[in-house]
């Protein structure tokens, strides 16, 4: 059953089976030497978390340290782990907390998320760039026994208009690319239509295939007869996500939920879609406003979420209650406090 706890995560980490779970995703306090309050414009000021620490580094990176090592511990060998943090502790995180317990091998991407525009403070004196990135450190238990989606995003109407700006007669749009290659594979000197390849270059593929190709009306053939490969775009799944994400942004103001340090469902869905199945199981144990538990949910992953304060509880309570009726399997609330 999918899970609210209200509690200190590492007691209840330490209570959850060995090797159990899909995903984890953690945005931890960043070492911000902040509190965090104000829920709601008008609310009263309510402490929802701080982030002082009177032994410094060395303080927060011990207390990380246990919850990751019961994170380890739960994951299952095919399982992974994606760590939210900033600038703040970010190099510390990644020697003193994840490689030691993950270990080097298993370190998959540092996901750049850029999460603000820039504020020009050079403008007003600041003698530095604007800091407007998070980070996610993304890690498998066992690299080797890993799954892993691909992501894609749309082409840009600007790339779509330069690159695939050609149509076919059935109206199918398509862009060329060329049909030599520079080193030859097996006999790929031959003379197609009367043409050579290129001058030191040989052609990409065998005679064989380029018949196929042309059986299937993939080759295109410019003003000069020179043969070029069709690529349709209705055949394409879209630019591959790389590790740097830009655009993952609150949709509407709807979904802000007022909690302090609210992530955008967006970075969850990419998060969840690419390191878990459907019916996976999807830990976060520092729910905040519960944007995990929102996406998981829809995305009918099974989910726990923890977090030690009411408000965080509370507030993802209403917003799991709000779309339980239409996604998702029942939802148990503890207090473990
Ligand atoms: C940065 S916020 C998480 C925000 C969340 N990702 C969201 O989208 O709303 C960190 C959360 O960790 C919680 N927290 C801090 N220490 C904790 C602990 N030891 N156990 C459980 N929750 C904790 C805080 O109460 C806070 O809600």
């Given at each position: ?7 200190d995560?590492?007691?209840i ?15 931890p306090?960043?070492f911000?030497n ?5 829920i709601?414009?008008n609310?009263n ?5 701080s982030?002082?620490w009177?032994g ?10 246990e ?8 994951l299952?060998?095919t ?8 600038w ?20 998959r991407?540092?996901?750049v ?5 820039t504020?020009?403070n ?8 604007d800091r407007?990135c998070?980070?996610?450190f993304?890690?498998?238990k066992e690299a ?10 749309n082409y840009?109407a600007?790339?779509?208009?330069a ?8 109206g199918?749009?398509f862009?060329?690319?060329?049909l ?10 031959y003379?197609?239509k009367g ?11 065998s005679?064989?295939k380029m018949?196929q ?6 080759i ?5 007869g020179k043969?070029y490969?069709?690529?349709?775009l209705?055949?394409?799944s879209?630019?591959?996500?790389d590790?740097f994400w830009?655009?993952c942004?609150?949709?509407t103001q709807?979904?802000?939920?007022g909690?302090p340090?609210?992530?955008p ?14 019916g996976?199981?999807v830990?976060?144990p ?7 538990a929102?996406?998981a949910?829809r995305?009918?992953r099974?989910w726990?979420?923890i ?13 799991l209650?709000?779309?339980?009726s ?10 473990k406090?």
């Amino acid at each position: 059953m999918n899970q609210l706890i209200l509690g200190d995560n590492l007691e209840i980490l330490k209570h959850l089976k060995s090797e159990d779970i899909d995903l984890i995703y953690l945005d931890p306090p960043f070492f911000s030497n902040r509190d965090y309050g104000a829920i709601g414009k008008n609310a009263n000021e309510i402490q929802t978390f701080s982030d002082r620490w009177s032994g410094g580094i060395e303080q927060y990176i011990a207390w990380l340290k246990e919850r990751v090592l019961e994170m380890h511990r739960i994951l299952k060998l095919t399982g992974s782990l994606f760590l939210h943090c900033d600038w703040h502790a970010a190099a510390y995180i990644q020697v003193f907390v994840l490689d030691k317990i993950f270990g080097r091998a298993n370190f998959r991407n540092q996901i750049v998320w850029k999460r603000t525009t820039t504020h020009n403070n050079a403008k007003q004196g600041a003698k530095q760039f604007d800091r407007v990135c998070d980070f996610i450190f993304f890690y498998n238990k066992e690299a080797k026994l890993a799954k892993f989606n691909p992501l894609y995003e749309n082409y840009t109407a600007s790339y779509l208009a330069a690159s695939y700006n050609k149509q076919d007669e059935y109206g199918r749009r398509f862009k060329v690319s060329d049909l030599s290659a520079p080193k030859p594979g097996g006999n790929t000197s031959y003379l197609w239509k009367g043409i050579k390849p290129p001058p030191g270059r040989f052609w990409a593929f065998s005679l064989k295939k380029m018949e196929q190709f042309e059986r299937e009306g993939k080759i295109y053939y410019s003003k000069t007869g020179k043969p070029y490969l069709k690529n349709y775009l209705d055949d394409m799944s879209g630019v591959g996500i790389d590790e740097f994400w830009s655009n993952c942004r609150f949709k509407t103001q709807e979904e802000r939920m007022g909690y302090p340090t609210q992530k955008p469902e967006a970075l969850l869905e990419r998060i969840i879609q690419c390191a878990s199945e459907e019916g996976n199981w999807v830990l976060d144990p520092f729910l905040g406003g519960g944007t995990t538990a929102a996406v998981a949910d829809r995305l009918k992953r099974q989910w726990i979420g923890i977090d030690q304060s009411l408000q965080a509880i509370t507030i993802s309570k209403q917003r799991l209650q709000k779309q339980h009726s239409i996604f998702s399997m029942s939802l148990e609330l503890n207090n473990k406090t």
